[in-house]
Structure formats: structure tokens, C-alpha cells
């Protein structure tokens, strides 16, 4: 019996009942078990994911990710990073003629992933800067990433670069392949190009910048760090004024050409 047929076979004994209470009570507790036993799971197969791209990888060209993206071919199944790389697990989908995804919004999102701002796309292209969020958010969720272009993984950026402006990004990854309950997954890996900075941070500035790469929010950060929202856009804000940028994917520029320079 799944969690639905269980609920469904529940008697509903009122709002106010002692019933409905321990009912209640027993149900959270069976969804807190699915999510912790999904949390683990997940765990495990980042873990095996990391492994097989430490033991068992090859050299790849970054510029093919962004090609297969942008095809239709492979999807982003999930994105993490270790200690010192950026991990994503591709998939491919199932249909038998992937849908490429549209060349007008796709210009959009390569503007925007190129270091444009929003605001200069929509008004070199007479678009609204709604029609522009929409373009960038459809092309995304082609690839696979349901957020904001902010949560995207910086392995999109450096596919884009890798493909568009190889002489300022690295062009080289590395692939491997792993395997889940009969289902197989590309592994790409990329070095971080936050472990170094060009100009001198302090431990919290540093850990809330990578944190802020990561994808979080400030409230996301806030609650990892346990400090208020305010501390953490103060934090960023110094952040952002060091570096001379004035926003997340601004940083995110300035950190891979940072480490094209450094290395």
C-alpha cells in the first residue's frame, strides 16, 4: 500500500478528535521516513556519481554539454559539488525524437549566461523584461532545471563559455557514466572555480560567496549559517564591492576567468 491508498483508507474522525490527532501524528511520521529514506538515497548515488568520476573519467569538451542542452539530447538530472568539483548527472530523454529547444530563447539565455543584463537583452531585442524572465525560464526547464537562472549550476555558464567564449573559460571537463536501478547517467565534472579568489576574503565572506554559487538564497544562507538576512547581504555586498561586480552571475564570470588566469 503506497502513502495515498493508506491516507485514503484512513476514517476521518473530525478536527478535534484524539483520533485524528495520533492519525495525523503517524502519517508525518511515515512522510518524514520516505523523505529521509529519498535524502539518502540521493546520497548514496551522488557518492557513487563522485567516485566513478574520480576513478573512472575521461577528458571532455565543456562545449558539448552546452550543444546536447540545447539539442534537447541530455537533461540535467542533478548537480552538486564535492570538495573540489562541480558534479552534474545528465540524463537522456527517453523520447525518440528529442525536441531541440527554440533558437529565440535559447539567444536570450546564452545573452544572459554570457554576462548581459536582462534589462539590455529586452531592450536590444524590443522584448519586455517579462518575456525575457519567460524565455530564459522555458530554455531552462528544457534543460532539465526547474528554478531560477540564480540556482542553476555554474557548469551551465561554463558550457556556454566553454562554447562561446573558450579563450576566457576552461574548455575541459571530465565525463564518466553511472548506472541506478537500470538507469544510466552521464557524469560531468568540472574543477570549482571558487576554491581561489582574486582579491582577499575573509572565512565568512568566502562561505557565504560559494554558498551563493551554489544556488542558495540569502534566506537559504541565512538558515545554513545561522545568522539574519541582513548579515548575509552585507556579507555579499562587500563581497561584490571587492571584486569590482555587481551580482551573481557577474561573480561567476569573474571567478572562471580567474582561474583561466591563475592556472
Known sequence: MNDRQAMESVPDPGPDSDA?????????????????????????FRLLAAERDAALSQSFDLSRLWLELCRGTWRFHDTFPTENRYIALIEEPRARFPQPLKACKLSVLK???LGEAPKA????????????????????????IPGRLSQASV?????VCA???????????????????????????????????????????????RELIAGRSHAQISRLRA?????????????????????????????????????
Open 227 to 263: 545568522t539574519s538576512r541582513r548579515t548575509v547581504a552585507n556579507q555579499l555586498a562587500t563581497v561584490f564591492r571587492k571584486l569590482g561586480v555587481s551580482g551573481r552571475g557577474a561573480v561567476v564570470h569573474r571567478l572562471i576567468q580567474h582561474s583561466v588566469s591563475h592556472h
Open 121 to 144: 537583452v529586452a531592450i536590444e531585442l524590443r522584448m519586455g523584461l517579462s518575456s525575457v524572465a519567460a524565455a530564459i525560464q522555458d530554455c531552462l526547464l528544457g534543460m532539465g
Open 20 to 44: 485524528n490527532t495520533d492519525t495525523n501524528s503517524h502519517l508525518n511520521g511515515r512522510s518524514r521516513g520516505a523523505v529521509k529514506s529519498a535524502q539518502n538515497a540521493l546520497a548514496v
Open 155 to 159: 557548469l551551465l555558464t561554463m558550457a
Open 163 to 209: 562554447a562561446h567564449r573558450p579563450e576566457s573559460s576552461p574548455t575541459l571537463g571530465r565525463l564518466s557514466r553511472v548506472e541506478l536501478n537500470g538507469q544510466a547517467y552521464w557524469v560531468v565534472s568540472v574543477a570549482r572555480p571558487d576554491l581561489d579568489f582574486p582579491v582577499p576574503l575573509s572565512h565568512a565572506e568566502a562561505a557565504v560567496l
Open 111 to 113: 545573452r544572459v549566461l
